[in-house]
């Protein structure tokens, strides 16, 4: 059967089919709303009279096409009707449907979905007699779309996606009847159809391929994100057939099916519950790249620039594969560059996996000369000749003075490596970029200067939240500032002030987020290490029940990443770490205590050496350490420099009074308070890391006489008999610190 039933206008009665719903309805009706006319020979689906899908229509559109435009940074739709001026209708109305079908799926913000709509609706206006757009065309224009990450490629192929399209229509027009009707009873064969068209664009042909079977095919047209997903969840359906095209398309197609099964709809590849189980940690989305010649080879820059390309010789490399492994990588530069030093081995791998699989379209890069940086777009997946890696890559006209670009991008610059990931100071170098969709009136110009990225001030602090606290909002107003300005505080002292309870609360409030996305807790202990921390390699079993060891990333590694996502920036993102002073700090951090003071720095794991790692400025931490056992006098240098140090004490703020006003709050008995206040004021002031806090007093025991004393005897009298073993005897405890001889000193017995 085929895939998505047209159920609109002319396009429905034309076709005659009725198709299973796919992931979004709205896009797949409107699609088939061109497609079920075009595909079954009848005239365009927007005037019912004009036959469009026919091979001198595509071939005269085409023609027009690769004549080029007069002016590169003129508006794309501006050069396009200069393109099409004397056209027919066919090649005019042919361009409207075309124009359609390669935005018609992308996601768009509001601002751009006016921009999509926009350019169909100008291109319809040039035709005449004019054409009226129907209602069922925008109905399928929504702002949400279903392809997510590749909208910055299709922007910026806008021009090489309507000749691939248009020699597609012709290819189409150009096969036997029976060739059209089994592609639209088999989606292999439809697939058979679209791969036949001369110059291969992947990404579009799989767009068309989703909207004529939304069915089958799938809304991932980037090769890197097929793979990882057929890689995640292909041990679900038995594992995979084989690494082609169609393999692959067949895996996807057989997984999706069972996860719909269980899921008892049609997912999403990516919702967050799915993304965040086939996207590799760490990935960003869009990077950025500082790319590098050999010598600074103003000679093949030049090149790069003429002829729409990026280049990274590999004179002795083997031929490897797109999205190919790390570890194969580095087996191959390792053997086929033996004659290199380990350094320039290094350099090797990190350059060669960077542009073979981490890299994709929609990508910038930048490269540096002669005091300039000149920045483009990445369109193309990574093809191998003349013994080199290439990579389509348009180029902007306009280059920048190094001086002129902020420090912070300066610094990135400076990296060294052959291929830098320099996505850190991506909101900066966007900022370089002219509008990617142009709409007339409603173009903005690009910005004169860079935007530096700031980080969203935490959200302020209010007597509201003090109080739902019970501490005064002046001293936490005073962490939350250290915090901002150190990135990194540490909560201590004595038990039961609320260290681990404060540091929750605030981080929540701070960050503005109820759902805990952006405030973590790991809890330290000792035999916590920096592979538990951060990252290291964890036993693993494989498809076939082998035991394997794969690297697996810990909660720093995790939401650093998360928050160096560039959609994030300007969100603040917040760990905390409990029971700092239990673990091996100096263990646990590793080469991490270097980001925690250079936060602009980045540095090479121990685990992952050819990939930098920096800590994002909008990540904060909070450590809480219990003074009790003395540990944070050992503390070393090293750590107190990094931290700032913010002390809870019961006979400090914010804690100090804070049982008061929870008593008073519900309006119980100031009893507990006043217990608490003479228990401390018993224990000696050089012994005051030993005082009691007042969470103790807050649990609903204590509202009770016999739950009092059941706190008192089973969890403060033994903490008071540790800390003054061989000092005070039972005897001498129960006389200073017994709960009938402190009432009785209070006159409350």
């Known amino acids: 059967m085929p895939p998505a039933g047209p159920t609109v206008g002319a396009a429905a009665s034309a076709s005659g089919t009725s198709r299973p719903a796919g992931v979004s309805k709205e896009i797949e009706d409107a ?8 595909l079954n020979g009848k005239p365009s689906a ?23 435009v007069k002016d590169a940074k003129a508006p794309m739709m501006t050069n396009l009707r200069q393109n099409l001026d004397g056209a027919s209708r066919e090649a005019r109305l042919l361009a409207v449907e075309l124009l359609f079908l390669q935005s018609l799926p992308l996601a768009h913000e509001v601002k751009s979905l006016r921009v999509k709509r926009a350019r169909v609706a100008e291109a319809a206006s040039w035709i005449e007699p004019a054409v009226v757009l129907p209602d069922e065309l925008y109905q399928g224009m929504t702002d949400h779309g279903v392809i997510r990450d590749r909208t910055a490629e299709f922007n910026w192929t806008i021009w090489d996606h309507l000749k691939w399209l248009s020699r597609f229509v012709r290819h189409v027009d150009q096969q036997p009847p029976k060739v059209i009707a089994k592609a639209l009873k088999d989606p292999l064969a439809f697939h058979a159809l679209a791969a036949g068209t001369p110059e291969d664009q992947p990404a579009i042909r799989r767009s068309i391929e989703y909207l004529a079977w939304p069915s089958y095919f799938e809304p ?38 069972h996860l719909d099964e269980l899921a008892g709809e049609r997912i999403d590849w990516y919702s967050r519950q799915l993304v965040s189980q086939w996207r590799k940690v760490g990935d960003p989305g869009r990077r950025a790249w500082l790319l590098r010649t050999h010598q600074d080879n103003g ?8 002829e729409e390309k990026a280049t990274l010789d590999v004179e002795h490399l083997r031929s490897l594969d797109a999205g190919v492994t790390a570890g194969a990588v580095q087996h191959a530069v390792d053997e086929d560059y033996k004659h290199l030093g380990y350094v320039e081995r290094e350099d090797t791998k990190t350059a060669v996996f960077a542009f073979l699989s981490v890299m994709k379209p929609g990508d910038l890069a930048l490269y540096q000369h002669g005091g300039t940086v000149r920045i483009g777009v990445v369109l193309g997946e990574p093809e191998q000749n003349d013994r080199r890696l290439r990579r389509k890559v348009r180029w902007l006209d306009e280059a920048h003075t190094s001086t002129e670009l902020p420090r912070h991008v300066q610094r990135q610059l400076s990296t060294p490596g052959i291929i830098v990931d320099v996505t850190k100071v991506i909101s900066a170098l966007q900022a370089l970029l002219p509008p990617e969709a142009e709409a007339d009136a409603e173009d903005e110009a690009a910005p004169e200067t860079v935007a530096i990225p700031l980080i969203q001030g935490f959200r302020p602090l209010t007597e509201e939240f003090a109080a739902s606290l019970h501490m005064q909002l002046e001293p936490l107003q005073e962490i939350a500032g250290l915090l901002q300005e150190n990135r990194q505080v540490v909560l201590y002292g ?6 681990t309870y404060l540091a929750k609360h605030l981080a929540a409030e701070l960050a503005a987020d109820s759902t805990d996305e952006r405030v973590k807790l790991v809890q330290f202990h000792p035999s916590y290490a920096y592979e538990d921390f951060f990252e290291g390699y964890r036993p693993d079993k494989t498809d076939d029940g082998q035991v394997s060891f794969k690297l697996v990333a810990g909660p720093l590694r995790r939401l650093a990443e998360e928050a160096a996502k560039p959609e994030n920036a300007s969100k603040p ?9 239990r673990a091996n700090l100096a263990k646990v951090f590793g080469e991490l205590y270097f980001l925690l003071e250079y936060r602009d720095d980045r540095i090479y794991l121990q685990y992952s050496p050819n990939e930098p790692f920096s800590l994002p400025d909008n990540l904060y931490i909070i450590g809480t350490m219990n003074t009790a056992d003395r540990s944070i006098a050992m503390m070393d240098a090293a750590i107190r420099r990094r931290f700032a140090f913010i002390e809870l004490h019961p006979q400090t703020e914010p804690v100090r ?6 008593l008073e709050a519900r309006g119980l008995d100031s009893l507990n308070a006043d217990l608490l206040d003479e228990l401390n004021n018993s224990i000696d002031e050089w012994d005051r890391d030993l005082m009691i806090g007042p969470s103790y007093f807050m649990k609903s025991a204590a509202h009770t006489p016999s739950g009092l004393r059941r706190i008192w005897k089973y969890e403060l009298m033994p903490l008071l008999e540790e800390h003054y073993h061989g000092q005070l005897n039972r005897a001498q405890l129960e006389e200073r610190f017994g709960l009938d001889q402190l009432l009785e000193r209070l006159g409350r017995r």
């Open 220 to 257: 991932v047209v980037a090769d890197v994100e097929r793979r990882e997903i057929r890689d995640a969840f292909a041990s679900l359906v038995g594992g995979a057939k084989g690494d082609t095209e169609e393999d692959i398309t067949a895996d996807i197609h057989r997984i999706r099916l």
């Open 299 to 306: 000679e093949l820059l030049a090149t790069w620039q003429s």
């Open 31 to 38: 699609a088939w709303f061109v497609l079920g006319a075009a």
């Open 46 to 68: 927007f005037d019912g009279l004009t036959p469009t899908w026919t091979a001198d229509a595509a071939e005269e559109l085409l023609e027009r096409l690769e004549r080029g």
């Open 573 to 581: 993102y917040f760990l905390i770490i409990d029971e700092m002073n």
């Open 657 to 662: 009074g804070s049982l008061r006003r929870f």
């Open 494 to 499: 004595p038990p039961g002030t609320g260290k």
